[in-house]
């Protein structure tokens, strides 16, 4: 099954990219990779959330905005290359802008991670970092980025 007829099985559709909010590229493919910028969990260009998590933003609903983030990034790959190239999902980093004290940074990953499982199944599985940060472009609650594996 390809990775559209995938989403499509999930009732998931890859949004318009966002456009840069400064000098970057939403993706660029070197060899048999993509990496993405760090994408935010924009729904028709707006944020549905902002503020920290721990604070503002429950981390349920963080994690709700790191598998649109992560949504996102595949959007950004698929105008990049086409998301049915990806052959694997490599790496995903995810940022959390973390009120003092709040530790559950995994758990709010988790939205992105699980979210590369129920797509690409065995090859969603990937590396991963997931790091609290003070604050995040436009007080998004989360930033995700990709590296994956395509096809040449």
């Known amino acids: 099954m390809s990775v559209s007829d995938q989403l499509a099985r999930l009732d998931l559709t890859l949004p318009t990219v966002a456009a840069p909010v400064a000098a970057y590229v939403p993706a660029v493919r070197t060899g048999n990779q993509v990496w993405t910028s760090g994408q935010l969990p ?5 944020l549905p959330a902002t503020g920290k998590v721990g604070a503002e933003v429950t981390a349920e609903t963080a994690e709700r905005l790191a598998r649109t983030a992560a949504l996102n990034a595949l959007a950004a ?11 694997r999902v490599l790496k995903i980093v995810g940022f959390v802008s973390s009120a003092e004290g709040f530790t559950g940074q995994p758990g709010v990953i988790n939205g992105a991670s699980n979210l590369m499982g129920e797509i690409f199944g065995e090859a969603g599985a990937h590396a991963r970092s997931a790091v609290g940060v003070a604050e995040l472009p436009l007080g998004s609650p989360v930033e995700v980025e990709l590296i994956v594996e395509i096809e040449d």
Request: without cysteine; hydrophobic residues 50%.
């Open 77 to 87: 790959v698929d105008a990049l290359v086409g998301v049915d190239r990806i052959t």
């Open 42 to 46: 924009f729904v028709d260009g707006e």
